[in-house]
């Protein structure tokens, strides 16, 4: 079974609509990490955020904002008024297990397309 | 702040050659990480270091893939040889410190054609 799924393949939508991009996760760790990562077409993976599991406090950076919620292990990533540079794939990804076994579990990401 | 560094960005190559991937991490990240990535996939981890000793390389194919990390900085990947299922991109990143909660810090990545 997949341990990160990001459902939607693909999302498009016209330039200053919000967007939002699911990451459900699974793991039996009580500690773990969350991670997004934008990856725009020049390939180069860009970290956006990090959260540990004990933490549940939503976050906001400028148009930014993710919605952690352990019950339903999901770690959502909404971009308001989103612009064409917003334009990539977006990846969730998690950190589990003993250190020396660290690795990150990403999902399948979302190529997200904002359209002028 | 430099990122990390990869060269070639490209390689065209046919197969049963062999091909090399060069990374420069970000100076004091301790932890380099060979990814591979397929067209519409997430990354997948061929091996990490921390300093100069490979510590995971349970999924890299050693039958045709090497990688050293000497003096604990720069790292090259090789394969040998390659083949066409080989075809994908090859990125490296670095993080700082140990264990689960580092940020990886990528490089733009190798795109490896095999013909």
């Known amino acids: 079974a997949q341990k990160v799924t990001q459902a939607q393949t693909e999302i498009s939508v016209v330039e200053k609509e919000d967007v939002t991009l699911d990451c459900v996760y699974e793991?039996?760790?009580?500690?773990?990490?969350l991670f997004w990562y934008k990856q725009p077409p020049s390939g180069e993976l860009v970290f956006l955020i990090r959260r540990n599991s004990f933490d549940e406090q939503n976050e906001i950076s400028g148009r930014y904002s993710w919605n952690f919620q352990k019950s339903t292990s999901s770690f959502n990533f909404t971009i308001t008024a989103s612009q064409v540079v917003d334009s990539a794939v977006y990846f969730c990804?998690?950190?589990?297990?003993?250190?020396?076994?660290?690795?990150?579990?990403w999902g399948a990401g979302t190529k997200l397309i904002i359209k002028p | 702040e430099a990122g990390v560094v990869q060269s070639p960005r490209y390689k065209i190559i046919e197969k049963k050659q062999p091909v090399a991937f060069w990374c420069n991490p970000i100076?004091?990240?301790?932890?380099l990480y060979w990814y591979l990535q397929n067209l519409g996939q997430g990354p997948e981890l061929l091996i990490r270091?921390?300093?100069?000793?490979?510590?995971?390389d349970s999924q890299l194919p050693k039958d045709r893939f090497s990688a050293e990390r000497l003096k604990g900085v720069d790292s090259t990947l090789k394969i040998q040889p390659a083949e066409l299922g080989d075809s994908a991109v090859y990125l490296c990143?670095?993080?700082?410190?140990?264990?689960?909660?580092?940020?990886?810090?990528f490089g733009p990545g190798t795109r490896l054609t095999v013909l």
């Open positions: 270091y921390e300093n100069e000793e490979a510590v995971d």
């Open positions: 990143a670095s993080s700082l410190g140990y264990g689960r909660s580092g940020e990886q810090f």
């Open positions: 100076s004091g990240h301790n932890t």
């Open positions: 793991t039996r760790d009580t500690t773990y990490y």
């Open positions: 990804a998690l950190s589990e297990g003993a250190d020396s076994n660290y690795q990150l579990i």
